[in-house]
């Protein structure tokens, strides 16, 4: 698998706030990479870098092989689409999408080819006469894709692509967009900060906090082998307790099971609260772990008899998906 | 705007009353202006076109005239030439102390005029020797740069930057994102501050008055002398003039950009 853009130790500083720390990264060719991470953590500066509107303090982005770092935007041969979409209001659909050909003097049949192409792609051929301002949230996104692929790019970055859409257009076009990259086999990076949308479009996933990579690697190795306890809290681990062993570990509420018919890492708990959901209950309990620690565990079961706060039961973790953790916790 | 009405009627009221207040001595201009007689009197005494001939054909209304647009434009030009790129540097650039300098710019708002046009016949007339034209035209730059700097300053706050690298993005060199996207977002903003610009300068009376002379005088500063010494309604007709003129300015100004993106941008 070869690289199509990289960072190495790449470190962004503003006055005396670091946003990016030292992060290396390899950011395969043809593959879908996500950027994901809580608000402030470094997504935006770190994608806005390797399109080049700011420079990194310092380490090097390199782009194909090439050392880009201080290559200015327009020679980096990049598609970007803006979480504020920036579309050119003064211009119609077709001419956003024109943009760079034109600049790149793409013959004027060519250009109306490519046009007419990439605009059917993202299913907005009948609205090229339109102006921006028409359009509705979706649409415009779509132009702004549009826009971005029409310069068959090296790279598509996007930024909070979907963030400003409705919950159900958002599903929509994430199926909408891996689309799109398998059949133009783009490079592609998107920023979010939304784990479903990282988890289902993503080749790779890199998961980053306050200016550095916690982990990095497909969605289905990191959601099931979450590397630390930043990342599994992130992907919605709520249970962190130290085993017998002494070994600091981390399970998923719906693995803990009550009552102690099962086998597994066993706990006596006594229950604090319920909450019922129709098809399951959580259920929130105390115990005393291996480590002589009082702990907070949330199950999540499903069939469960009567619970009621005050009342003592065993909480049996299943092994199979129990997770050790690099870190003892205290983050 | 109806609903606006009925349901506030002391605004309303006041609305009204404001409109009154402003349109009523300017149809009393307007109608003495139409007068066959010889004074400024209402009602005017029967109907003729006389007074507008007498206006157009009297020298130094005319002179004054070419005089006032020579400068409002020249002005107007010079302070959109200085304004524009200081207030894209302001907002877009990393200019320390931003503040300060767009301060600077919008301080001639707050100096009365009448200390800024004895301090340009100071420094620049005697100081350095200008002439008037020179002193009276870099006079009215300095007075039109605020409108300048301000009205395209909210056009340009408006605009979403990202547009602009969205265009660098897509291979466009600083220069022909500016020209081809920036530009043409500013450009009611700066069709705006251009038309503000003239009117305020066409309409100047302070400094014209004090860095005047013989061979250079606008038309307000002529009509202001004229009132003195005589009182007839010649003067009326060249007011209606002006009015017609500037209701078409206005008209223009409509139809192309609108007054709510105009003064839209002021208000901001
Ligand atoms: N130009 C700048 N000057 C100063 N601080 C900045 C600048 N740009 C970003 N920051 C800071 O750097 C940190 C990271 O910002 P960034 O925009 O990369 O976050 P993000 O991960 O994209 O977050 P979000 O999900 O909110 O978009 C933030 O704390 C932000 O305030
Ligand atoms: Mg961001």
Known sequence: MSTAAAFVGVTQRFGDFTAVDAIDLEIPEGKLTTLLGPSGCGKTTSLRMLAGYSQPTSGTITIHGVDSTRLPPEKRGLGMVFQSYALFPHMTVAENVAYGLKIRKVGKKETNQRVADTLDLVGLGHLSASKPKKLSGGQQQRVALARAIAIQPRLLLLDEPLSNLDARLRVQMRAEIRRIQSETGLTVVLVTHDQDEALEMSDLMVLMKSGRIMQSGAPREVFSQPANRFVADFLGYENFFTDKSGIFRTIRPEYLSLGGDKTGERLEATVVSTAYRGVDLLV???????AGQTVRLIADVRNAAAIEPGQKTTVTADPAHLVPLENSGKE | MRGNGTRRPVAATLAVLGYIIMIVPILFVVATAFSAGRTLRFPPEGFSLQWFE????????????????????????????????????IHRGRIPGRGLLEGLFLSPLIVPELVVGLALYQQLMIGLGLDNLTTLLLGHTALLLPYAVRVTGASLALADPAVEEAARGLGASPVRAFLTVTLPLLRPGIFSAGLLGFVTSFNNVPLSLLLQDREFRTLPVTMLDYVQQSYNPRIAAMATLILAATVVIAVIAERTVGFAKIFGGINR
Do not use: K
């Open chain 1, 284 to 290: 929130t309990l105390e115990a005393v772990d291996g």
């Open chain 2, 54 to 89: 007498a206006a157009v054909t009297y020298d130094p209304f005319m002179e004054s005239l070419v005089s006032s647009l020579y400068l409002a434009i020249g002005a107007t030009a010079l302070a959109l030439l200085l304004g524009v790129p200081a207030t894209i540097a």
